[in-house]
């Protein structure tokens, strides 16, 4: 059974650091890897989606990295800011399981300071 | 805009008393999924739905009930609800491909007293 796993659970940094945040997983069975931020008490918002066939993808600060063989992913986040302030979510598409399920970590609380 | 809605956002309900949570998205997607976050448990599947009139069941399915009689739509059912069913809910659709991005809604918080 697919499991995700998010290190570190929490991150407090100071402003302007860049920063990396981890995901694994056990199944390197995977159709695609999602990174999701999630704002408190808020819903969901897409930040980064890497396809299998894919080691990363980019987008303005951010930057995703995979690598199924060792079943890994990392989100780079450049010089933070404390608008960054979030849990972070990955999630995994697996070929086992219901169809479209996605497996989530728990997540990494991420606080930025001023 | 593209967008998956739910309703409500917040709900408060006594043990018993029939509630449904709806879900629309307006992007044609085919597939359609409700999710329960919890503290220490993190999102887990609820139902999913492959297309209209297809439905099946995720991890957590007991006490639920889905329906999907528009492509769109996507509600979710407590014929019964329960104290440990007081959570927070997404729903989240897909265009259809176990490779596509998924979209989730804002997330509904069910307390049950």
């Known amino acids: 059974k697919q499991e995700v796993t998010q290190i570190p659970a929490a991150l407090s940094v100071p402003e302007g650091e860049n920063l990396v945040l981890n995901c694994s997983f056990t199944d390197s069975a995977i159709y695609n890897l999602q990174w999701f931020r999630q704002d408190p008490g808020k819903g969901l918002t897409s930040l980064l989606l890497?396809?299998?066939?894919?080691r990363e993808q980019t987008s303005g600060r951010l930057n995703a990295s995979l690598d199924k063989s060792s079943g890994r992913s990392t989100l780079y986040i450049a010089a933070s800011q404390p608008g960054d302030s979030a849990t972070y979510l990955c999630?995994?598409?697996?070929?086992?399981?219901?169809?479209?399920?996605?497996?989530f970590g728990k997540g990494t609380k991420l606080s930025v300071k001023p | 805009e593209a967008q998956v809605t739910q309703n409500p956002r917040y709900l408060i309900t006594v043990t018993g008393k029939k509630l449904t949570v709806t879900c629309s998205q307006n992007?044609?997607?085919?597939?359609m999924s409700w999710y329960r976050q919890d503290p220490g448990l993190g999102l887990r599947q609820i139902y999913y739905s492959m297309n209209v009139e297809v439905t099946d069941k995720g991890d957590v399915p007991e006490g639920y009930k889905v329906s999907r009689k528009e492509k769109r739509n996507f509600p979710l059912i407590l014929e019964s609800p329960s104290p440990n069913q007081t959570s927070l809910y997404f729903c989240a659709s897909l265009p259809g491909g176990a490779s596509t991005e998924a979209f989730f809604g804002q997330g509904t918080r069910l307390t049950v007293v």
């Open positions: 992007m044609n997607h085919e597939y």
């Open positions: 890497i396809q299998s066939s894919q």
């Open positions: 999630a995994v598409i697996g070929y086992g399981g219901s169809q479209g399920n996605l497996i």
